[in-house]
């Protein structure tokens, strides 16, 4: 199985438990920009606790979970993971935040063929401010090169304005400003 096997996976399994969810990070980046090679997948899910130990029984031998991790995580909204043991793959799921972005970008996600299948992704606005986002928390260059990317592929497509609001919001109107600046 490889690392793109153990992801569809693992996405099959949280539709048929009913879970809702949306790839972000550099799964949703590669979608949306320039691919890069990536060692994990982030995964923003949406649960009900039954659906949840639905999921985790499903999973098998396959994967590794701390299932009272993933508990604590549905309970507090924050992550927990899954590594497919053969490939050492880590998937990273994200119980959704309880914010103004978090709720707006998950009503955003939109479907798109991956991996022969339609899945659940972030759109290209809410990936690159998620990952403007990340770049402040942890002053990392990938993740604003990963935006940088997204924005030129998308170009005239992309919501200026509603980039611009959210950047307000999670306060990267500079990295906003920089990014926009660079397409013109």
């Known amino acids: 199985m490889t690392s793109e096997d153990s992801l569809q996976f693992v996405l099959a399994k949280l539709d048929q438990h009913d879970i809702h969810y ?3 990070g550099s ?3 590669n979608v949306h920009g320039v691919p890069r090679t990536t060692y994990d997948a982030d995964i923003v899910i949406e649960t009900s606790q039954r659906s949840l130990e639905g999921f985790l029984q499903s999973l098998g031998e396959d994967f590794y979970v701390d299932p009272e991790t993933a508990r604590e995580a549905r309970a507090n909204r924050t992550m927990f993971n899954l590594i497919h043991l053969e490939t050492g793959f880590k998937v990273d799921l994200i119980v959704k935040k309880d914010r103004p972005f978090s709720q ?11 991996l022969g299948q339609p899945c659940w992704f972030a759109t290209a606005e809410d990936v690159i401010l998620a990952k403007l986002e990340w770049s402040k928390q942890s002053d990392s260059e990938k993740q604003f090169l990963d935006a940088m990317n997204i924005a030129k592929v998308q170009g005239g497509r992309l919501d200026t304005d509603y980039l611009r609001k959210w950047a307000r919001e999670l306060g990267v ?12």
């Open 22 to 24: 949306m790839v972000t």
């Open 27 to 29: 799964f949703a980046s």
């Open 104 to 114: 707006q970008e998950f009503s955003r996600r939109e479907k798109i063929p991956f």
């Open 173 to 184: 109107q500079e990295p906003i400003k920089k990014l926009l600046q660079e397409l013109v």
